[in-house]
């Protein structure tokens, strides 16, 4: 069995396993492999905690959480806020309104022909009328498009996702990162949307108020990645696992390289691991 270009020797079993979700639990048609749900089954009895650690909003992630089955913790909008299996949200972190205002106006300043999208604290999603994206096709949003998401806003905010529309994506991130204002910064989404949040806000943090709730340490934890999202909890966790269609970053940093997720890469390591 081919387990991968790179395996990292580990002295335990892990105690906490953390699978982003777009391109690495899921298969690209959104749905989870039976192949893949057993395993993490398998995994639930050693006793592990798990936890889906993804930029989808929390919404979002209860489905999919609940056709895997055994999931304890959620980190979702990339770590802005960590939801228990209860639906219970233990953790947020908000830009504060001048952070949220400032931040906005700087991107339309900066980057030509900008869209913004805002994701609410209360769930809600405001987003300018000529805001487009490329979520997965299984999304399924209610939103309120608006002449004007900045005015419109009226609450604390989460994050802003940047639409660049012609304006190539990896180059607003430079153009941004070392102008914005204090306590936010400007990160790769996942997606071809860059996101403004408050700062420090990332796989890595969520999974840190996880790790601390359960009373276990970043060595004892696994991590499974695809995006550039993903690197910050690779930096984190005691043994990282890029899957076979992942950035090329992220294989860099990867103790393990996993199949494809549409070839059950997840399911492939779990096995040699259980």
Partial sequence: ???????????????????????????????????????????????????????????????????????????????????????????????????????????????????????????????????????????????????????????????WLLDCKEFDPRLAIEILKPRMPPGTEVRPSGLETPEIVASGVNKASGLTEVAKICGVDASDAWVFGDGLNDLDMFGWAGCCVAMGNAHADVVAKADLVASSNDEDGVAVILESLL
Avoid at 16 to 33: E, I, K, M, Q
Avoid at 118 to 123: N, R, S
Wanted: hydrophobic fraction near 45%; charge should be negative; glycine fraction near 8%.
């Fill in 1 to 159: 069995m081919n387990l991968g270009v790179r395996f990292k020797i580990v002295d335990s079993f892990p105690r906490l396993v953390a699978f982003d979700l777009d391109g690495t639990l899921l298969r690209s048609d959104g749905t989870v492999a039976p192949r893949v749900r057993a395993a993490i089954s398998s995994l639930k009895h050693r006793g592990c905690v798990l936890v889906l650690a993804t930029g989808r909003p929390w919404a979002q992630v209860e489905r999919i959480a609940e056709d895997i089955g055994g999931v304890d913790y959620y980190v979702c909008l990339n770590g802005a806020v960590v939801v228990g299996d209860d639906g219970s949200r233990l953790t947020e972190r908000t830009m504060s309104r001048k952070q949220t205002r400032t931040s906005a106006e700087l991107a339309r300043q900066l980057i030509p022909g900008i869209a913004l999208a805002a994701d609410m604290a209360d769930g809600r999603l405001i987003w300018d009328e000529h805001f487009t994206h490329d979520f997965p096709s299984d999304f399924a949003m209610e939103v309120m498009r608006v002449p004007d998401a900045v005015v419109a806003v009226d609450g604390p905010v989460l994050t």
